[in-house]
């Protein structure tokens, strides 16, 4: 991947890469708005966004009428379920922001998997108005990633790591261990950026992996967006075993 699209941004801690992705939402939302009137945008699931997602609720300068609000991946469980991203989403900020029900896009979970992966790629397909092999075009996607380097729910040896048509899929694994919708990578590489947010010593050594190694040994090293940028927001701990010369920045309490 061109260094020239990549950076690979260090905050002192989680408060601090929350605080910079928060940062990060607006800025992206305020330029892709004042381009082209509206701002679309794929949240990412887990924990790890959970506190940039709470600060999100007091970034004064978003304009919430022209955002839309997708998923990278969605659990197939009941929105009032922990395990739901979407319902996670919506009392960390969706629910306290003046954001059009209609420009709320979750992925369907009270269908069968497979009927909610192609009710999704539907739904994406009309929004984006695609034709034939036609990709999404999202301003801005945010990924987390696993220990064993997954990230939305590409899972290592999964068959969907290989999709290059469909623009979501039905799988099952992760933890928790349940059957899930995901973008696929094609949608992934086509955004205009895509940050990753990563914390904890855990998974240190699979963020050197993927950034430092050249093979794409996982599915994370499979972002690659085609030519947009892509951004690692990352706490001291889960940077902690990169090479001083790979890091592009501190972020500045
Ligand atoms: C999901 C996520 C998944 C997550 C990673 C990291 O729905 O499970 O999208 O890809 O980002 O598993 O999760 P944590 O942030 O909880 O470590």
Redesign the pocket.
Known sequence: MKKDRLRIMVGENREAISEGGARLFEQKAIESVERKGRFLVAL???????EMHKRLAFRASILWDEVHVF?????CVPVDSP?S?YGAAWDDFLGKVPLPAEHIHPMPVHMTPDEGALSYERELKHLFGLTAGGLPLLDLVF?????DG?????FPGAKSLEEREKLVVAVKG???DVY?L?LTFPVINRAREVIF????RE?AEVVKAVIEAEEGRFPASRVRPASGMLTWLLDREASSLLAEKTLSFYLHP
């Not at 998923?71 to 659990?75: H, L, N, S």
């Not at 990924?143 to 220990?147: E, I, P, Q």
């Not at 997954?150 to 590409?154: E, G, I, Q, R, V």
Request: charged fraction near 25%; hydrophobic fraction near 25%.
């Open positions: 990412s699931g887990g924990s790890t966004p959970r998923w990278g991946d969605e659990r395990w991203n990924l987390g990633m696993g220990k997954h990230t939305a729910s590409l992760g933890d928790p899930r995901t947010m990563v914390s904890g998974k």
